[in-house]
């Protein structure tokens, strides 16, 4: 895939970005797609990077690629119900411009399911495995070190992950 390709633009969530930068993949996920953010994304990371807890080493691991994100200002022309205002810029973002969104929070998944599409972050480990941007079995490893750092046990994300990544 060539670097100058016209690249498919993701609308991002915190927990996604965290998500990639604890696996400090984020560089990679630029080669293959364009990370569409809103100012109060880039305000959530600049605030976690202040600890240097688990959250706070993935914002600052995220940050770090801050200058090549796109960040973009939306309305809240269409506000659902129990879901932060954060959360409510990103549906509309991603509803206004016909984009996906990457989220790993499964309460926000669930609120905006069937009204745009959504993906787990982990959708970049498939993306960047089958770009031959990353070997099956580091994407596996990376999988596997992901589940420890966000406790995921179980749960859809890494289960159909790890599904899609077998299948390759």
């Known amino acids: 895939m060539e670097e100058d390709s016209e690249k498919k633009e993701y609308v991002f969530d915190t927990s996604a970005l965290i998500s990639l930068g604890d696996i400090k993949v984020i560089g990679e996920v630029l080669k293959l797609a364009e990370i569409v953010v809103t100012p109060s994304i880039v305000k959530e990371l600049e605030e976690f990077a202040k600890y240097d807890d688990e959250y706070g ?86 999988l596997e070190k992901l589940r420890g750092i966000r406790n995921w046990r179980n749960n859809i994300i890494y289960l159909a992950t790890k599904e899609e990544l077998e299948k390759l």
């Open 57 to 142: 080493k993935a914002s600052k691991e995220v940050l770090k690629y801050k200058d090549k994100f796109i960040v973009k200002n939306t309305e809240i022309k269409e506000s659902i119900e129990y879901i932060q205002t954060t959360d409510n810029e990103l549906y509309n973002l991603a509803k206004t411009q016909s984009s996906t969104l990457i989220t790993d929070d499964i309460k926000f998944s669930r609120h905006v399911d069937g009204k745009i599409d959504t993906q787990f972050s982990t959708l970049f480990l498939t993306l960047l495995v089958s770009s031959g941007h990353l070997s099956k079995e580091k994407a596996l490893e990376l």
